[in-house]
């Protein structure tokens, strides 16, 4: 590998690019707007002095790093790259179409990685007249710090694709973890109940948005989930969530909260826009006052608040801290995120080693298997199903092979 192209200069799109740059490659920026282009390029060259402020990297380093990532609005462009990495919106037609462009304009020879974080890399291949060079590449944001990479075989994606993108995201110092074409992979479908979960539990009155957030902080997270919410983008979030409900078949464990989707439409996008769950004024933020309101005070049996307890207990270092909703609320969102890892491992998305260091590579402080066994997978079983009875909703049936890791 000598040149790599990146498509999309967003946020991801030149976070790959700076990585790329970083590891020694000439890089090809392209978007199609040079408005995008230059911020891009102003906003590597920030990260870049924020580096040499924390003595990552060194002064002199910062200008050769610059000079290796070359912006256009032509695709012809990446007829020189080796690998080419498509990073812009997460639309299916649009995917489709970048792909079909570059399978007609990049060597034959050149990679094509999609990525997509929820999409699927079969579908996107199919327009091209060469499937097997497509892979999914499924960075995490912001590349430059999270090391993580899913690398997703499609259905026509070659072992010596594979392999040769393995290869290079080792050496660039990445750690890729080959995964199934799956809806979401691993970490966006097993984490999507961090974020639904907490927004059910806001939308019916069980939990007030603050205080869920502080409750995962104490599970050792810097941000709760409306936080990390407003960083990647509600916008961002919602339609990630979206494509994997209706990739399921509108399962209803992974059913949106309509809140998110009024959000967007309200242009709410989060930190992007200094408004989504909370108004973001320099460092400051503070929740919006529409999103205030008085908890309902539900009656639940003491089986189900023990039980919560107990599970809180197990893996917060503070749990006395917590009112009981939000020991429900942790203890809903992470036995769902077990439950979860246990639906892909019987549909042999990853093995269990790969999905726990998954998460772990995204700070996450255990992966689910890791945490199932902290928690005990009975209490887990149990909860769940007492979950079922209390909440009135089947989205919390456990998945066949946790209940038969019991029988």
Do not use: W
Request: charged residues 25%; glycine residues 6%.
């Amino acid at each position: 590998m000598n040149t790599i192209g990146v498509v999309g200069a967003g946020r991801m799109g030149s976070g790959i690019a700076q990585v790329m740059a970083q590891a020694g490659y000439d890089v090809i920026l392209f978007d199609v707007s040079n408005e995008t282009l230059q911020n891009a390029l102003e906003n590597i060259k920030r990260h870049l002095q924020r580096a040499v402020e924390l003595g990552t990297i060194k002064q002199e380093q910062l200008q050769n790093i610059l000079t290796k990532i070359h912006p256009t609005t032509k695709l012809k462009h990446f007829i020189s790259a080796d690998i080419v990495f498509e990073a812009v919106i997460e639309d299916i037609e649009v995917k489709r179409k970048i792909f079909h462009e570059l399978d007609d304009r990049c060597n034959p020879a050149t990679i094509l990685a999609t990525n997509t974080s929820s999409l699927s890399v079969t579908k996107i291949a199919s327009v091209t007249e060469n499937p097997y060079r497509v892979i999914g590449t499924h960075f995490f944001n912001p590349p430059y710090v999270l090391k993580l990479v899913e690398v997703v075989k499609a259905q026509h994606t070659s072992d010596d694709i594979v392999e040769k993108t393995v290869n290079f995201l080792k050496g660039i110092g990445h750690s890729p973890i080959v995964v199934k074409d799956s809806p979401g992979f691993i970490v966006n479908r097993i984490s999507r109940h961090f974020y639904l979960e907490p927004l059910r539990a806001y939308e019916i009155g069980l939990a007030e948005i603050e205080e869920i957030d502080s409750a995962f902080k104490l599970f050792g997270l810097e941000m709760g989930p409306f936080e990390v919410i407003d960083y990647v983008g509600v916008d961002v979030n919602y339609v990630v969530s979206k494509s994997i409900y209706e990739r399921f078949n509108f399962e209803e464990r992974f059913k949106p909260v309509p809140l998110q989707s009024k959000l967007v439409e309200a242009g709410l996008l989060g930190r992007k826009t200094n408004s989504g769950f909370y108004y973001y004024v320099g460092k400051e933020k503070k929740l919006q006052d529409f999103l205030k309101r008085r908890k309902i005070n539900y009656k639940f049996s003491k089986k189900f608040l023990n039980l919560a307890d107990t599970i809180c207990r197990k893996i917060l270092s503070q749990k006395d801290k917590l009112n009981d909703s939000q020991k429900i609320v942790v203890a809903l969102t992470i036995s769902m995120i077990v439950n979860e890892a246990y639906y892909a491992l019987m549909e042999n998305l990853a093995d269990e080693d790969n999905i726990n260091l998954a998460f772990r590579l995204v700070k996450f402080p255990a992966g689910p298997f890791e945490l199932a066994e902290q928690i005990g997978l009975k209490n887990v079983f149990n909860f769940l199903n007492l979950a079922r009875e209390e909440l009135l909703s089947e989205r919390y049936k456990p998945s066949l092979l946790l209940a038969k890791k019991l029988s």
